[in-house]
């Protein structure tokens, strides 16, 4: 696949705006819609914003490092863009649908790359209980939250609430406890891809829970359905040499 057409995009930070700047007077500019390569400059976070935002354009993906934490990203060189695309390989990723019910009865959807993540609101430990497919797993879960994370969201919230890192072609999800009290010693489950994971929130009048799907928060739950959406493609580009699935290797070996 050539690549002639390319959309710079960029975070509003300077050094990411200087290099939108530089790399569009050097191989033109064209609107992302009408370009067959959307170039996103900034970090991790800017890179799901970019994916959130195009996602309806199904436009492969090439991220360059410009900003804080660039695990989504590869490095930011100024020479060859148009044979280092095309060089590059493709991975493609499926979103998380989060089906949310609030307290005053509407229901809210949206989409998570990452990870949906239910969350305690108060001071108070959320009860929550768990179902996969239909059958009760856990009857009561007494955390600060719990969330539920594609292979690529692995590494980045999920990991540092001690979640297991994923490989890209696993097909599962994981289902990771924050601070679980009760009971203490859960850690967690791999469950398959094609899995419906279903949270109904206990005492939600007295323990009020959110549910974030990576940007979109929903306030108040008392249910909330999670499952993978495979009708929608998201393709990420990535240098040959440092390609994500040997990024999240490494990552379960990182010091």
Same mark, same amino acid.
């Given at each position: 696949m050539t690549f002639s057409r390319v959309a710079f995009v960029a975070s509003d930070t300077d050094q990411a705006s200087d290099s939108l700047k530089v790399l569009a007077g050097r191989y033109g500019q064209h609107a992302p819609a009408d370009a067959d390569v959307i170039v996103a400059l900034g970090g991790d976070g800017f890179m799901l914003e970019t994916l959130h935002n195009y996602l309806h354009l199904g436009k492969p993906i090439f991220g360059m490092h410009r900003g804080s934490v660039g695990f989504l990203m590869n490095s930011y060189r100024e020479d060859e863009l148009p044979p280092r695309l095309e060089q590059s390989e493709q991975v493609t990723l499926h979103p998380l649908r989060m089906t949310a019910l609030a307290r005053d009865g509407k229901t809210y959807e949206a989409l998570a790359i990452n990870e949906v993540s239910m969350l305690r609101q108060t001071r108070?430990?959320? %009860? =929550? #209980? =768990?179902? =996969?497919? @239909? /059958? &009760? #797993?856990?009857? &009561?879960?007494?955390?600060? @939250?719990? *969330?539920?994370? $594609?292979?690529? @969201?692995?590494?980045?919230?999920?990991?540092?609430?001690?979640?297991?890192?994923?490989?890209?072609?696993?097909?599962?999800?994981?289902? $990771?406890? =924050? +601070?679980?009290? /009760?009971?203490? /010693?859960? /850690? @967690?489950?791999?469950?398959?891809?094609?899995? $419906?994971? #279903?949270?109904?929130? *206990? &005492? &939600?009048? %007295?323990?009020?829970? +959110?549910?974030?799907a990576d940007r979109d928060e929903v306030r108040d739950v008392v249910q909330v359905t999670v499952r993978e959406d495979r009708s929608i493609p998201i393709r990420l580009l990535f240098d040959r040499e440092h390609n994500l699935q040997e990024r999240i290797l490494a990552e379960q070996f990182a010091p």
């Open positions: 108070q430990a959320a %009860k =929550i #209980r =768990i179902f =996969i497919d @239909g /059958r &009760e #797993r856990m009857n &009561e879960l007494a955390c600060d @939250g719990v *969330l539920v994370c $594609t292979p690529a @969201g692995s590494s980045a919230y999920n990991l540092s609430v001690h979640g297991p890192v994923l490989p890209l072609d696993a097909n599962v999800l994981a289902l $990771t406890p =924050i +601070s679980a009290f /009760r009971p203490r /010693r859960w /850690r @967690g489950a791999i469950v398959p891809h094609t899995a $419906t994971v #279903r949270f109904d929130m *206990l &005492e &939600e009048d %007295k323990r009020p829970v +959110s549910a974030v």
